[in-house]
């Protein structure tokens, strides 16, 4: 027996106002949770942006690196020296490379497997002595984020005997 029951039982009312008193009880009980619910929502959400927000600046925090490697290449053009240009590019090119495999981006390469729609995403069909559905060259890689397909692998399928 809760609270309010015992304090009416006791004033010995009848049983309409008591009837009355627990139903304001409870919308009072209903009411309060409510109020905490939409609290809870609030703070939740306030709490999923700033999780989001850190999460893209610390991103961003390591792209600058990169970034600065790009100018380099870029300032490596106004010399022109060819062997400066191809080294920042590829110094550019292998520390992005590490941020990605860093968050868990793996690259996708289908060469040689069936075709997935999941996965893959087919731009041409060609003759091939493969089984159909062979994917027999990919023209743009795919990429995976753990199990999930962040982009599909653009790909050349077989499509019949040559």
């Not at 089984?131 to 199990?147: M, S």
Request: proline share 4%; aromatic share 4%.
């Amino acid at each position: 027996m809760s609270e309010v029951e015992a304090e009416l039982v006791e004033e010995e009312l009848d049983p309409l106002t008591l009837a009355e008193r627990q139903r304001d009880d409870y919308l009072d009980q209903l009411r309060r949770l409510a109020a905490e619910f939409d609290n809870y929502k609030k703070r939740m959400a306030r709490e999923h942006e700033e999780l989001r927000e850190r999460a893209a600046e610390r991103l961003l925090r390591d792209l600058l690196p990169v970034f600065d490697d790009l100018e380099r290449a870029l300032e490596a053009f106004e010399t022109a020296e060819n062997d400066a240009i191809a080294n920042g590019v590829a110094l550019v090119h292998r520390a992005l490379w590490t941020l990605l495999e860093r968050e868990g981006v793996a690259e996708l390469d289908p060469t040689g497997e069936m075709f997935d729609p999941h996965r893959h995403e087919a731009l041409l069909s060609q003759p091939a002595d493969a089984p159909d559905g062979t994917v027999l060259q990919v023209l743009q890689k795919g990429f995976l984020l753990g199990d999930r397909v962040l982009r599909p692998a653009r790909v050349v399928v077989a499509g019949g005997a040559s």
